[in-house]
């Protein structure tokens, strides 16, 4: 079985602080692929960002930037310079088989 | 516009009263799923399903039942439902791709609250 553990439930942060959401996975799998997914206050979901398992290279994109560890089985996701446009529930999620698990998520709250 | 589109939006209904959720996409995607969205609990995986006639079981697939007899639809059915349904409903839709593409990222549409009195 697989399973996600986003441990924070909720962070609050005033603009332009860095926030960090952990997100830590188990599977007894050697191939699998770590999600980012966004949910807003309009309710969608909207994909961030995928990696897989054989693919260890943190990545930048604007101000957000990935820390993938497998030797932690963790996948981190920071927001640097947070904005009032960042507040939203972040979801990390696993998938193998196309099965996908997500975490409970942690919900993100900037303040002016 | 590349889309998922669920239908309806928003249901109030009363216990043991079918009902469908629909989904459509309009990407040519292989891969459809379905959601559920609980406090607390994330996103749980209901049924998903990687091609015509071909569905299988997520984590919680108790109470729904699922067909996908055209590649763009994938409906949500629930033939008795009950309160613990009450919930919100995303369906999502992918390309299956291959090797290190597989598993690739899913567009959800914009979700149907359901609730079960």
């Known amino acids: 079985a697989q399973k996600v553990t986003q441990a924070q439930t909720e962070i609050s942060v005033v603009e332009k602080e860095d926030v960090t959401l952990d997100c830590v996975y188990e599977t007894r799998d050697t191939t699998y692929y770590l999600f980012w997914y966004k949910q807003p206050p309009s309710g969608e979901l909207v994909f961030l960002i995928r990696?897989?398992?054989?693919?260890?290279q943190n990545e930048i994109s604007g101000r957000y930037s990935w820390n993938f560890q497998k030797s932690t089985s963790s996948f981190n996701f920071t927001i640097t310079a947070s904005q009032v446009v960042d507040s939203a529930v972040y979801f990390c999620a696993l998938s193998n088989d196309y099965k996908l698990s997500f975490g409970a998520g942690t919900t993100v709250t900037v303040r002016a | 516009e590349a889309q998922v589109t669920q239908n309806p939006r928003y249901l109030i209904t009363v216990t043991g009263k079918k009902l469908t959720v629909t989904c459509s996409q309009n990407m040519n995607h292989e891969y459809m799923s379905w959601y559920r969205q609980d406090p607390g609990l994330g996103l749980r995986q209901i049924y998903y399903?990687?091609?015509?006639?071909?569905?299988d079981k997520g984590d919680v697939p108790e109470g729904y039942k699922v067909s996908r007899k055209e590649k763009r639809n994938f409906p949500l059915i629930l033939e008795s439902p009950s309160p613990n349904q009450t919930s919100l409903y995303f369906c999502a839709s992918s390309l299956l791709g291959q090797g290190v593409y597989s598993n690739q990222p899913q567009h959800f549409g914009d979700g149907t609250r359901l609730s079960i009195l």
């Open positions: 990696r897989n398992s054989f693919d260890e």
């Open positions: 399903s990687m091609n015509v006639e071909v569905t």
